[in-house]
């Protein structure tokens, strides 16, 4: 039991990390976000860059990681 409960965390702590705008962006458009527009690598951001479509897709998964 306690190891599936660390599992789980661990888990879940590697999950909230990923950068979804980076890795999106990255295998989509071949580009890091983090070096167009603002700079910061959130939904904002790549919907100025990539359109609205990118930005509600990046704006969901972060929401849900949450």
Known sequence: MAISIIL??????????ASSAILLCRLYYGEDIRNNGSGNPGA?????????????VVF??????G
Do not use: C, E, H, P
């Open 8 to 17: 789980l965390i661990l888990t879940a702590y590697l999950l909230g990390s």
């Open 60 to 65: 969901f998964i972060d929401a849900m990681k």
């Open 44 to 56: 904002t951001n790549v919907q100025r860059t990539y359109g609205w479509k990118m930005g509600v």
